[in-house]
């Protein structure tokens, strides 16, 4: 399950790169009923998504000559310049190297075997996101790959994940957690790459109380469905969109949710 307890591989940060950070706040507050807060004019336009005065995600203005539009998992670690190197020495690409965030913790970013981009957090005065799995908020990341083997050897390598391999009827999908956890380790997962879509991704999921709901106002907000509402036995209702600059993000209403909104 995914917590605040952020272990070492586990997921701790999450931010939007969008080409309107004012757009995107706007879509998202009114989506989640998050508030939006400026880091201040230091940050070079970065602030904070907010719920309940707790910063549950983050958004920034794209940097990267042809980014698109994208969220970004960040994943724990104690020591960013040796993750970098090992990420390299696996097949991954170092997209920018460590670097300081004030005194808030050290951050890099990177690109897997398969073309999906993600990052890592080394805490300093910011440990983490401030709430997770409870409505409104991040709780689980799935990675779509063109190629589960080798980038399950890659993330192994880098963050020592342990993975367990399920079947369903339309094929399979793997539980990924963090080192020697177990099931309690359990943090997402990773899927074959689905025909039609060509983008190698990590999605993320936001709990919420009513799924479809919540899509049809992304609807009426300018967004875009891209996996309509469909309900997973003993897993929950759920549905992937795109906001208004292309960002894909999904929504879960859990069949069992960990905690509920206070």
């Known amino acids: 399950m995914l917590t605040t307890d952020f272990v070492p591989g586990a997921p701790n940060w999450l931010d939007l790169g969008t080409p309107d950070t004012d ?19 230091e940050a070079g336009g970065y602030g ?9 995600a983050a958004v920034g203005p794209l940097h990267e000559e042809g980014a698109r539009p994208a969220w970004t998992p960040y994943f724990r670690t104690t020591d960013a310049e040796a993750t970098a190197a090992v990420v390299a020495e696996a097949g ?3 997209r920018a190297a460590p670097f300081d965030v004030f005194d808030e913790g050290r951050m890099a970013q990177f690109t897997d075997p398969g073309g999906a981009r993600f990052a890592v957090w080394q805490p300093g005065k910011t440990e983490g996101l401030e709430a997770v799995t409870e409505q409104g908020t991040l709780c689980w990341v799935e990675l779509h790959t063109p190629d589960p083997v080798t980038n399950l050897a890659f993330y192994h390598t880098v963050f020592g994940w342990d993975a367990e391999e399920m079947s369903f009827s339309g094929g399979t999908y793997t539980v990924l957690s963090t080192g020697g956890r177990g099931g309690e380790g359990s943090f997402g997962g990773m899927a074959q790459l689905q025909q039609g879509h060509d983008v190698a991704q990590w999605l993320p999921y936001v709990e919420v109380a009513d799924c479809d709901l919540v899509v049809d106002r992304a609807e ?4 875009a469905v ?11 209702r759920m549905a992937w969109l795109a906001d208004p600059s292309g960002a894909h993000f999904a929504v879960i209403t859990s069949a069992n949710p960990a905690t509920t909104a206070s």
């Open 23 to 41: 757009a995107a706040g706007a879509f998202y507050t009114s989506l989640f009923g998050w508030t939006w807060e400026s880091a201040g004019p």
């Open 48 to 56: 904070f998504f907010k719920k309940d005065r707790r910063t549950v």
């Open 92 to 94: 991954g690409a170092v």
């Open 220 to 223: 009426k907000l300018g967004g």
């Open 226 to 236: 891209l996996m309509p509402a469909m309900t997973a036995e003993d897993i929950g």
